[in-house]
């Protein structure tokens, strides 16, 4: 089967396609005809080794010191079902999937094997394949995180970068879960965002956030590189600060802020179930989540789709095509 791998940390020039030898599913596992998969900051990231401040070690001692021990990079997919292990019983050839490997990695390949008890979950029949692969990286992202900061009925919320992967699905489920949504983006991104279920949006080439004396519940940070001291006066009493983003200082930080003041800075690792992936597939189907898609490239472009997803400017999330018949 043809894979991309990623030969080395680096630019996006790094990856390969390649023939690989086609996996088989084990006794509980789900072999997947891979037809869509996508390219995520977080892929990207990996690649690159582009990692927050305070964890270029711990990553390398994770994902591999000189090169990825995954070669094959890729999170998101969405496929149909090929073949199953001896003790499957919740999936069945023919089946249309999606699945979410997360740090596991490995969608980039024409075939993956994922356990049926892993994030796995039947693709919404109201969406297409490549709207079933996206959901699943911005959704369980926000998902974790909202939790976290126990959003509730009629909070308000701001969303900084409310027109990316992450950004897109986090007004959306915001606005499922009560809240009064504002989003922070560019002119251009102001209707998408609206359209998502924002109240107000911010155009941040002309306003900035910080000096509108508005105040929020809950302000979502999913592009970094601000400190804290950025949101505090846009917090009111009891706000969180969701920084999705975060570096080893910012990590340390938060305690300090919890023990000195009534407000809060939550960030670290995401935590998501294969409940999650459900969870997002049903809100899916009742029309509660869509997947916003930017670009779609064959998956012979692979590189061109991570250069584009190295510029930071794409709206909602980037595809790649495995398949033609999708």
Not at 78 to 105: N, Q, R, T
Not at 158 to 170: E, W
């Amino acid at each position: 089967m043809k894979a991309a791998i990623c030969t080395q940390y680096g630019s996006p020039d790094v990856l390969q396609l390649k023939n690989v030898e086609k996996p088989i599913p084990k006794r509980d596992e789900v072999l997947i005809k891979v037809y869509v998969a996508t390219v995520t900051s977080g892929d990207c990231r990996v690649r690159a080794l582009n990692v927050p401040l305070g964890f270029n070690f711990i990553m390398r001692s994770v994902l591999g010191f000189s090169k990825p021990r995954q070669p094959i990079l890729g999170s998101e997919l969405a496929g149909v079902v090929e073949a199953i292990g001896k003790d499957v019983s919740k999936f069945k050839v023919g089946d249309a999937v999606f699945a979410f490997s997360d740090m596991a990695m490995g969608c980039y390949a024409e075939f993956k094997c994922i356990s049926q008890n892993s994030a796995i979950a039947l693709k919404p029949s109201n969406l297409s394949f490549e709207e079933s692969a996206a959901l699943s990286f911005g959704g369980t992202t926000t998902l974790s995180f909202l939790r976290r900061a126990k959003i509730q009925l009629n909070d308000k919320v701001l969303v900084i970068g409310a027109s990316g992967c992450v950004g897109t699905a986090a007004v959306q489920l915001a606005k499922y879960f009560g809240a009064v949504v504002t989003g922070v983006c560019s002119t251009a991104n102001i209707p998408l965002v609206k359209s998502l279920g924002a109240r107000d949006v911010i155009d941040y080439t002309r306003e900035d956030f910080g000096v509108n004396n508005e105040q929020y519940d809950i302000i979502i940070d999913a592009v970094g590189g601000a400190p804290f001291e950025r949101y505090e006066a846009s917090l009111k009493d009891g706000g969180r600060v969701l920084m999705l983003v975060a570096g080893l200082p910012d990590m340390l930080y938060a305690p300090w802020i919890a023990m000195t003041s009534n407000k809060k800075l939550i960030a670290g690792p995401v935590a998501f179930s294969a409940d999650d992936i459900r969870f997002l597939a049903d809100l899916a189907q009742a029309g509660n989540l869509i997947s916003v898609i930017d670009k779609r490239f064959p998956f012979e472009q692979i590189v061109e789709a991570h250069r584009y997803v190295d510029t930071g400017r794409k709206k909602g999330n980037v595809v790649l095509m495995l398949t033609h018949s999708v």
